[in-house]
Structures are given as C-alpha cells and as structure tokens.
C-alpha cells in the first residue's frame, strides 16, 4: 500500500486549506509529557472529579436514542436553566456531546463565507477557529457601549458571548452590561449564542444571569457543559435555544453524530438528581477558590514587576498582561523547553497580533506545589528574556 | 420572553436553507409509539445488545482526552483491521462519536458548493444528507464498469462507498468489483471513502475485504461502527485514513466535539478485549441469520406476487422492488396509521424520483411475531391499493 504524501492540500475543501492546526489541541500532547507543570489546558483539578461507584446501566442505555436527546435530561437541564434565570422547557433543550459540538452547530446554522458575526476581543480560540473555518467576518463586542460599538454599519448576524467568567480572561460582565448587549441585540435583531460553560464555578458573589433571559424579540441559543461541573471524560453539554431555533439545530445535531452516548446521559442524570449535588458542586468551588488564591499570592510574589492581572471572580484563568511587550507564542516554546506549559495570548484574537504580551494561566489543574516550581520558572524565565 | 417565529429562515445559512428534515430522524419518533410495528430503523434487537454487568470506570475516564482517541483503544482497532485485511497502523486510527460523525468530518475536508462527488445509486440516505448540506454534486457510480461510468467527464474528487451489505439494498460486492473501483480510484486519484458498519453481521461467506487494502496511489478513509456489532447508544465508531489525511481529520474531529466520551472508549476497548467476544458476535450474527431467513419465508407467503427482492448476505435489510411502482413516501403514511412503519425508498436517491415503488424493510429489530403481523398488514395494505 503506497499513499501519496504529496498534492492532498490541493484536492482539500476551501475552508481546509485555511484551516490552521488548534494550538489548544497541540497542547495536548504538551502538557500530558511526563514532568510537565501545566497552566496551559482548562482541565479540571483530578481530585474534584466524581469519583463513580460501580454503575449498572439500564437496558435502553445500549440502543439508539433521539437527536435532542433523553427526556428526563432535558427535563431536568431545562429545570436548572429556569433556576439560574432562563425561562425555558424541556422542548427546548439539546443535548450535546460537550458543548464543542454547540458552537459546530450554532456555526453551521448562521455563517456562510463573509457572514458577519460579532466576538469579544480576545475570545475563546477554539470558538473563533470553528467560526472561522465556516468563513465568519469578525467584528467585535464592546460591551461598555450602548451600540456595542458597532455604529452605523450593518448589524452582524450572530454574536458570541462568554458574560461569565470569559475564557480567557475571566471578565464576568456586570448587570448593567447584561441589560445594554440585550437591548442593544433586541433592537438589531442581532441573534445571541451565549456560552457559559463556567456556570458553576463562582467564587464570590456575581450576577450570572444570562443575557438571554434578558432578550424581549432576537432569537438565542444559551449553552453549557457538564464538562467542568462534573467531568469532561462524559462528554456531555446541552443547548437551550428560542423556539424558533430548536428544530433546525436538533436537525444539524442529528448529522453530526445521530445523538449523544446514551451512557453519559443517563449518568449526568444520575448526578443531577443527586441530592448530594449542591453539597458537591461547593466542595469544588471552595477548593477551587483556594487553588485561585494561593495562585494569586504567587502570582503576587513572582510577577509584581512583570505583568498585571486582576484576580477572577470565577472560571478556570488568570490574564495577564506583561510590563513587556512580547509574542508569548516564542515565550511558550522556551518555557517548556524548561518543563512548564501557559496558554499564550494571541490565538484568542480574531486577529491575532504579532505580539500581544499576554498569557493565560490554569490555576486549578496545577498541585500547589506545582504552581509555586511552575510561576517560579516562568517568572525567572522572563527575567532573563 | 417574546421569540419570533417568522423570518429566521432568512436568517440562517445558504446550506441549511437548504435542508430537508431528515426522514431518518422522523422516524425514530414514529416508531417509538407503542404498538407500533416497526421495520424503519436500523436498530439492533434488543435481545443482541450486550448486559453490562457493574461497571467500574478507571479514574482518568473523567479527565479530557485526545482528539483521535485513547491510544490503547486506537491500537486495538488497528489490529482488528489488519486482521480484516487493511494494512494500518495506530496513528492511522481517529475515534469518532458513532460513524455518522466521519460523514460529517470528511464532507467538511473534501466538499465546497459545487464540489463533484460520487455515491451509489441508491446510497445511504443520512450520508447523502450530509454531504448536499455541504453542497456535494453527485454523480453515479457504476461499479459494473471498468470506468465506474465516469467516461471521459472529469472524476470525483470523493467517492463514498459501502461494499458490505449496503444501506438500503444489501448487496454485497464481488471481489471482481472491489478490484476494478480501486483500480479506477488509483488511476483517476479519486479518494475513497468506505463506510462498513455491518462488517460484523455476514450470514454466509463472502468476500469482505475493504476497497481501500487494494489502493496503491489514491488517498483513503475507512470506517466502522461498534453501532451493530456491539451497542449504538455507545455512539463510539472510528475511521482509519491514509496518512496524508490523519492530521487533517483529527483537527476536525477535535473541532466537532473535542474527542468521544472516555467512557464509551473504555467500554469498547473491554469488549474489544474480552475472549467471549468471538463468542458473542457469532450469536449475534446466528441470531440474525435466523430472523433473516424467517422474514424471508414470511416475504415469500405475503408478497411473492406484490414485489421482488434478493436475500441480503448482511446486514440488517431486505430491499423491496414493488411490481406496482408508487410513491413509497405516500404508502408509509398510510401504513403507520395502521401500525406499521418502514423506510420509504426515495430518499435514498441523491435525486430522488417521484416514486420509486422500492422500500427498505429491518429485519432485526421486529420480534418473529410483529414480523408477522407487520407484514401480513402491509401485504394488505398493497392489495387494497
């Protein structure tokens, strides 16, 4: 068997050949060298994932399901959503396999090449490479701005919103916020995907409610994931979208992979009706508010002439802007030469910059030992640099 | 909260302004009203679906994954396509949430609007969804001629091909026909695209080996399911490339959902591992033969002078040819208001007819007595008409 090696970027489809290979894919494998001290992934810490007993999965668990998924999990995703403020129902649910595969959907309902749709600056890279790759125009999201700074031009389709805790710089938008992009997407009939997959994990007292609830005649899809709540290994994350938009996106789920694996399903159910589920999800957060503090006292201790950052209100990333200007993409490749991995700054620009001085941080997946070695080989690092 | 219902499908994308709902997904809620006798779906029986006993889950299930797979699961597929005649390596393998997701992964790396492909005629009615949604030109393949029947026109870029037990009509192709595509494929650079979800489920001998083993030039993607041979609510399946292709596949399957549930993955590697599993499948596939060879005596006394049809030699469906050509689409309605409900023939036509007088009856997954009742009703059904 001889394959060609040669000439397959030719014969590729058009958004292939632009496609750039995922710099969070390629940490990966990175970070999961041995030795390693990694802030680069959004991996959970290992000790605040459910640890299961022996399961026995019902019968119907192995045959095929539905493309919106389960019943019961809706019901019960719907109920959550209604408690955080979004008025929804059931019928109004799709499960999906991480909510990954909701911003695949969500991009292959709206953009055609040249589609103008809106992102915040920066924004979640492996979201803005998926909208990309269906051929999105950006503009961008200012959300200190009754227009959103998009003035007299035309409005964009669909905008991309992270109000809790944004990947990657753990901004959670206050409620006068909230209330301007809602206004301001209702009178430009501009369609609202808000992602929030970082729900749960608030640290201190915040408003988290979603802009969608807010939303009085644009469409919407609100989404979020079980992935950092309970486990990622599930794969399992839900959309909730307004009527109008459900069938075509139960549609699009359904060529994507049928439905998804009915076993995660039922056991994020399982976790849902768990009446030790509170008890768990603020075991989680207090260890995580811990992990952010000793994070911050390093961070204190190391980087005080280096950079500036502000501590989060919740999520999963610390942000930091360097006192000097420089492509954190060459700073990485030196760090991990030296055994320590960081998300550098510019892929999360639509744009990306020749050199944004910026860099995001993990604090929870780290030990704190682990944080301390790690922040202090990064801090000695860009001393020398 | 006040949602539009009107204008959002200006709104929305070029391609799924496009989109017809899938028939196939239709279905699924049709035939799970009770009392319905059901030979639509592809579904396995219930009673050849394996028993889980307590599972207990490896801790790192719960963590994120890889792209392609865990790689003890990637080699064990590797060895179970060697062992089936495709030489691969374990690099060559990406795991995918159920093969449906490697239709959606390779239309997104071969097809632009307009991109030229071909598909049997009839073809896979999910698989031919997928790729018009992504704007595919379809053009026949005719695995009788040594040409394909592409004559002197410019070749496909893409050829999607299912040589065992094809999806709706059974047939399986000769070991004449596997040689003369690959032949073509090779000398027209056209790749290959193999779909062999029933790979497992053969009643009696025949040559199984995948097209894409006897390819010398042109690039390839191979895939399998562990839907039919194993469950489908695992959604697990997988696809081996030709190695220009892994990278390209791997970035989009991390795209589409980031990797497959971790626990699906563990599951299929036991079974995978498991010394009974030889065991299993060779009852599962009695099983069927059984049920296979009872429908067919069943088809003989009901619709010996109503339609003609070969016995499949895999697979999960008989293939009607009715004597009187109709509209099947209309024949359904009338049929699940009696009760009973199969798969219309036209949507498996990339240009579907007006009428085909041809419909798709599972065999599998209707016990011995709804079998008989369900096509004793339909036999009926068609006289009265």
Chains 1, 2 share one sequence.
């Not at 075991?283 to 989060?312: G, N």
Request: with cysteine; glycine share 6%.
């Amino acid at each position: 068997m001889n394959t060609p090696t040669s000439g397959v970027h030719a014969r590729v489809s058009q958004r292939v050949r632009q496609l750039h290979p995922s710099p969070v894919r390629e940490l990966i494998s990175v970070i999961q060298r041995p030795g390693m001290i990694s802030f680069a992934g959004g991996l959970p810490a290992a000790e605040s994932l459910p640890v299961l007993g022996p399961v026995e999965f019902p019968a119907w668990c192995m045959q095929y399901g539905t493309a919106e998924g389960d019943p019961a999990l809706r019901a019960a995703i719907a109920e959550e959503a209604r408690a955080s403020g979004l008025p929804c129902s059931a019928e109004q649910v799709v499960v999906l396999s991480g909510s990954q595969q909701g911003i695949d959907l969500v991009a292959k309902l709206f953009l055609d090449p040249g589609t103008c749709m809106a992102v915040e600056r920066p924004s979640y890279v492996a979201a803005l490479q998926v909208f990309q790759f269906f051929g999105a125009r950006f503009c961008h999201v200012d959300s200190t701005r009754p227009d959103l700074g998009f003035g007299n031009e035309a409005a964009p389709v669909l905008a991309y919103l992270t109000p809790n805790f944004r990947n990657p710089t753990g901004t959670c938008l206050t409620t006068a916020e909230r209330a301007q992009i809602a206004a301001a997407c209702d009178a430009r009939r501009i369609t609202v995907f808000e992602d929030d997959p970082y729900h749960a994990l608030a640290y201190q007292d915040c408003d988290r409610t979603p802009i969608c609830a807010q939303l009085r005649s644009a469409s919407w899809i609100y989404q979020g994931s079980f992935s950092k709540s309970l486990a990622p290994g599930l794969r399992l994350g839900y959309l909730i979208a307004s009527p109008d938009l459900v069938a075509y996106l139960a549609e699009l789920k359904g060529g994507a992979d049928l439905h998804s694996s009915r076993l995660s399903q039922w056991l994020v159910l399982q976790q849902l009706q768990d009446p030790l589920r509170p008890q768990r999800l603020a075991a989680v957060v207090d260890h995580y508010r811990q992990k952010r503090d000793h994070f911050a006292a390093l961070l204190d201790r190391h980087f005080r002439d280096l950079a500036e950052w502000e501590i989060p209100q919740g999520g999963l990333f610390f942000w930091l802007t360097l006192r000097r200007h420089c492509d954190t993409r060459a700073l990485l490749r030196t760090a991990v030469a030296r055994g320590v991995a960081f998300m550098p700054g510019e892929p999360f620009y639509a744009e990306p910059p020749d050199a944004c001085g910026q860099l995001r941080l993990n604090f929870t997946h780290a030990s704190a030992e682990q944080a301390a070695q790690g922040l202090a080989m990064l801090a000695t690092l860009l001393r020398e640099a």
